[in-house]
């Protein structure tokens, strides 16, 4: 099917906009002005310059939606129809009109909420996501609206056919989307990050990290270790990633690769010198041989979710590269390099045992985040550990040096730090790691962890008897 962006708003016009939100107020005139606006710019629509900025206004162009706001104010002021009663979802008259015929429609409200990370739009319902719960608006969409909407939405990709099950987009703002056709009701999901500031400060007011623990992650970032983060979906990793990200050397030359672009970089780090690719599937196979032969002093890998994104970053540790970062979904920090090693050995075949062991070697920290069950927009930093491998028995075993305590809701500290750890910090920053190891055993004397702080991995048991 191929999509015609005349055609499209040709029959946005035909729509009838009274049924495209259910509500018990009367905002009939405020319809009716909805349908006059559109006949006025369907009747300039002629050229194709004027369809171009059709198209950059419904995915969210400033200049293009100005241009419209623009149009919609000097003809509600010419006309004497600037007090017409609007619905209470949008907050001005004009940008109400915008996005009831090309915009958001009621999700419109969700986007000027800076603290709702979430939004779904489920059959004709409308939910935004508050204090980790899912909350029903009163605002209501009906299913031919929710269908011009996603006509709308997908012309941020339009390689795509619009009656595939699932589509994933992003708006111009970072926003992500992803459009569901294959369930009972369509289902359109809406994403997006709440964090303006990332410093570990910011994560510290909002009581993800330990405020006291700062300077401590100051200083593992200038050690130069390979660190992933790990935990399920919407735990926070991503953010807690961009925030680590953030405190690197700027003079260093850094490569992100993401399947999605999440992270602004070029925005949080404007003035380095860092590679932004935007890759998925086959085409993560065509940027291993140039990111090989790179000079790029680090890696930041936004999502490990398969196979090849996991062999990849696996092979840029393998080559001696320090400072490299990413991301995974795992529930175990017990599990990471094995669920690895998994991955990879699933896809191109090999020894699982042996792409364990560089996994073990190629990362020193692991930091688990997940999202709290009586909030679920509350994140917390649930442990750091050190990932340590005897050469001489291959024992793996993963090293607590911070533990989050859901009783007292504070955080604990061990002071235990490996050779590989020590050798690595003595040859990225010397000052620095002498500096983390002194914050460390001053943690760990302020807040001692209790219990055991040590995990011996089940698989290298395995591994050992050869199975």
Partial sequence: MVFKLDEFIDDMSKSNLNNSIVESNDFSDFYLLCSEIKTLFKDKADSKEFLLTQKKAIQGYEEEVQYYLNEIETYLQRNNKEHIKYPTWYDELSIGIFHEIWGLHGIYLWTKDKTSSSAKIIGEKIFFLNKGRQVLQKQRISQERLNKLITALLLLTPEKRINE?????????????????????????????????????????????????????????????????????????????????????????????????????????????????????????????????????????????????LRLMLLVTKKGTRRVKATFHTGDPGNFCFDVAQEISNLYGGDVWAYMIQVAKGFQYL????????????????????????????????????????????????????????????????????????????????????????????????MMRGN
């Fill in 367 to 462: 930091f688990e985040f997940a999202q709290m069950p009586y909030n679920k927009s509350v994140k917390k930093l649930k442990g750091i550990y050190e990932i340590r491998l005897d050469p001489e028995t291959l024992v793996l075993s993963t090293h607590q040096i911070v533990k989050y305590n859901s009783e007292t809701n504070d955080w604990e500290y061990s002071y235990d730090i490996g050779d590989d750890v020590q050798r690595i910090g003595n040859e990225e920053d010397p000052k620095a790691l002498e500096n983390f190891k002194n914050e460390l055993q001053r943690l760990a004397n302020l807040k001692p962890m209790k219990g055991n702080h040590i995990v011996v991995s089940p698989y290298s048991k395995l």
């Fill in 165 to 309: 099950d699932y589509h994933e987009v992003y708006m111009i703002d970072g926003t992500r989307i992803e459009i569901l056709n294959n369930t009972k009701e369509t289902t359109v999901v809406f994403r997006k990050y709440t964090i303006q500031d990332y410093s570990f400060e910011t994560q510290a007011e909002l009581n993800t990290i330990d405020a006291e623990m700062i300077p401590l992650m100051k200083d593992f970032v200038k050690c130069g270790f390979n660190v992933n983060f790990i935990g399920p979906v919407r735990s926070g990793k991503t953010t807690a990633m961009t925030t680590y990200q953030s405190y690197e050397d700027p003079s260093l030359e850094g490569t992100l690769i993401e399947t999605d672009p999440e992270i602004p970089l070029h925005l949080i780090m404007p003035e380095s010198p860092i590679t932004q690719i935007v890759v998925d599937g086959d085409e993560l196979d065509k940027v291993i041989k140039p990111l090989m032969r790179s000079d790029a002093d680090y890696l930041v890998m936004g999502e490990a979710r398969d196979g090849k994104a």
